[in-house]
Nanobody
Framework: QVQLVESGGGLVQAGGSLRLSCAAS????????MGWFRQAPGKEREFVAA????????YYIDSVKGRFTIPRDNAKKTVYLEMNRLKPQDAAVYCC?????????????????WGQGAQVTVSS
């Protein structure tokens, strides 16, 4: 059974930083592109960032470029999301998943296998 466990969320003031972690088990983590997705109350889930299996390529939505980075450690089967200069509009539940790129954009690789997510709250 595949498991994804996110951690590292919390409350931070605008301009602050957080580092999220996503630990994967029971899957071929090192061969998959992994991504972070977020969902704010009343909004649809959106793609945030992705990193290829080798770590050589990363992708971000425009609103987080220059502020977020998505490193990974294949030996630990963990992907991270380092968030800097946080804004109130970044507040959401952040979840990791395999990520796939379609002509319409990025989508989770598995729609029925989400972790509990990491709550990020940003105070203004």
């Amino acid at each position: 059974q595949v498991q994804l466990v996110e951690s590292g969320g919390g409350l931070v003031q605008a301009g602050g930083s957080l580092r999220l972690s996503c630990a994967a088990s029971g899957r071929t983590f090192s061969s998959e592109t992994m991504g972070w997705f977020r969902q704010a109350p009343g909004k649809e889930r959106e793609f945030v960032a992705a990193i290829t299996w080798s770590g050589r390529s990363t992708y971000y939505i425009d609103s987080v470029k220059g502020r977020f980075t998505i490193p990974r450690d294949n030996a630990k089967k963990t992907v991270y999301l380092e968030m800097n200069r946080l804004k109130p509009q970044d507040a959401a539940v952040y979840c990791c998943n395999a990520a796939m790129l379609f002509t319409t954009g990025w989508a989770p690789g598995s729609t029925d296998n989400w972790g509990q997510g990491a709550q990020v709250t940003v105070s203004s």
